[in-house]
């Protein structure tokens, strides 16, 4: 079967630096993948690729066949890639409602009322209607993380690409992100979430890849991966790998 | 409407009561040129406060409407109307090429690149002295014949009103909505399927088309162009004008840019000193009052009401 997206011989250099080593990925739809890895191993280089933030120094990137190279993150974002940061990205000086609409309001096939309605639905269901006038500004860090999630839900993404989303999150948000990216993944969209929390990657994802230095040292189930000495090694050190 | 909006209003029913009570002709003189100023601020803060794009060539991009429409009138003999219209279009298209050529520059590198651009279209126009007469300047026809100056007066009123609504009217669209956000996070906006490059590059346009538009009408006002419309010092004033109104919002600068041109003309006797006020009370509005006089004020009467 095609995959959805495919990564090919994916090489990136910054400088005398290279963040990436020519490697090779794919996704199949609807899968929930957790990507790991120390810092500075080449997680977010990897997605900003995915997102077009970045070009890729060789190599390709494939989404349902179609080659994604030089294609720009606004363009990648209409063919069905979503993404959250890091550090959130949410307009501070616009309402949460404003937020939401961003995105939806890039289609212009969608009329003002319908992108309005369609915003109230996705806050209904993140918790955060009594919000929808106040200023992004007044959220906390993890209404601001929801917010994000929000936004990525306003574009109806086939694949949703989740940096760090549980960072300064309260175990009972985090609780309702699960749950919510649960649902996400149910309907369809396959997600590639990057965290340094690992009871999160290894309590939601299905499968699990190690990134070290730019290069993929594991691939595979959780418990696989999680056993795996190359993994062990990269996080813990030689001495306790044996 | 809020007792602001209402006060506002007040303001543009006062304005346009003024030549009817047999205000001076001197200070409707100064009142239109207030309201060029008001047409320029406005276009700035289009730019700079909603799409937090910096430009230091408005001044000049009023002078490029301005000489546009009066050499197209003078070597291509059309009438004054077209040829406004053309020098809103240089403008525009100018400015649309200079917001994608500016692309990746942000603060003070794209403040440096929009200096050099203004000098650019200044020097030129200076040493072009065959076709634009340089530092003498240019004798302009008017915008219509034996027209007084309460005449002139209602067309900039209808002007200065009309260019902010249509600002507004942009603004509350889903256009204004990508301005905002692109000067919130730029990497933020793309992701959501925004094309920033386009919005970037259009703002730069409409920014610089409205100051087109107010430097051709001025030119057929005046009736004399130099380059000097197109200096430093006269940014200098349209940047005070915004700034000290409220380049956060177009209506505040709009009225930044009437305001100061009556203290300009008030003060008259300070001389140069004038220009040190004005820069010590933008300074201080920016440390101590960032939406300026008329965000403040609206503060003020939110609270009150």
Known sequence: MQPQLDISNLSKSFGGLQALKGIDLSFQKGELVGLIGPNGSGKTTLLNIIGGYYKASGGAVTLEGH??????????????????????????????????????????????????????????????????????????????????????????????????????????????????????????????LISHDMGSIFGLCRRVVTLSYGDIIADGDPETVRNDPAVLEAYLGDHHAA | MTLFHKVLL??????AMLPLIGVPQYWLYTLTIGLYYAMLASSWSLLVGYVGRISFAQAA?????????????????????????????????????????????????????????????????????????????????????????????????????????????????????????????????????????????????CSTAFAGLAGGLYAHFVQLI?????????????????????????????????????????LRELGEWRLAVFGIIAILMLRFAPNGVFGWLENLLKRKG
């Not at chain 2, 177009?250 to 041109?261: E, R, S």
Request: aromatic share 8%.
């Open chain 1, 67 to 192: 080659k994604t190279d030089g294609l720009a993150p606004s363009t990648l974002a209409r063919l069905g890639i979503g993404r959250s940061f890091q550090v959130t990205k949410v307009f501070k000086r616009l309402t949460v409602l404003e937020n939401m609409l961003v995105g939806a309001l890039a289609d212009w096939r969608l009329s003002r009322s319908s992108a309005r309605d369609k915003a109230h639905g996705v806050l209904e269901k993140l918790k955060l209607t009594r919000l929808a006038d106040s200023p992004a500004s007044s959220l906390s860090g993890g209404q601001a993380k929801l917010l994000e999630f929000g936004r990525i839900m306003m574009l109806d993404p086939k694949i949703v690409l989740l940096d760090e989303p549980f960072g300064g999150v309260h175990p009972e948000l985090k609780r309702f992100m699960y749950e919510k990216i649960v649902e996400w993944n149910e309907a369809g969209a396959t997600i590639i």
């Open chain 2, 226 to 266: 130099t380059p000097s419309m197109m200096s430093m010092q006269e940014m200098g004033y349209v940047l005070a004008m915004a700034v000290i109104g409220g380049f956060s919002n177009v209506v505040y600068a709009a009225f930044g840019g009437v305001l100061l041109q009556i203290l300009l003309e008030a």
């Open chain 2, 10 to 15: 007040g303001f543009v029913g006062l304005a």
């Open chain 2, 61 to 205: 991009m009023s002078g490029l409407g301005a000489y546009v429409s009066v050499l197209t009138g003078m070597y291509l003999d059309l009438p004054v109307i077209p040829s406004l219209l053309l020098g809103v279009a240089a403008a525009g298209v100018l400015g649309l090429f200079i917001g994608w050529l500016t692309l990746r520059l942000h603060g003070a590198y794209l403040g440096l690149t929009t200096i050099a651009f203004g000098e650019i279209l200044r020097i030129t126009v200076t040493a072009e002295h065959q076709l634009t007469q340089g530092s003498r300047g240019l004798q302009v026809r008017p915008l219509i014949e034996g027209a007084g100056p309460a005449t002139y007066y209602y067309i900039f009123l209808a002007a200065a009103v009309a260019s902010v609504l249509l600002m507004l009217l942009l603004l509350r669209s889903r256009i204004g909505l990508f301005f905002q956000a692109i000067r919130e996070d730029e990497d933020g906006t793309a992701s959501l399927g925004v094309n920033v490059t386009l919005w970037k590059s259009l703002a730069f346009g």
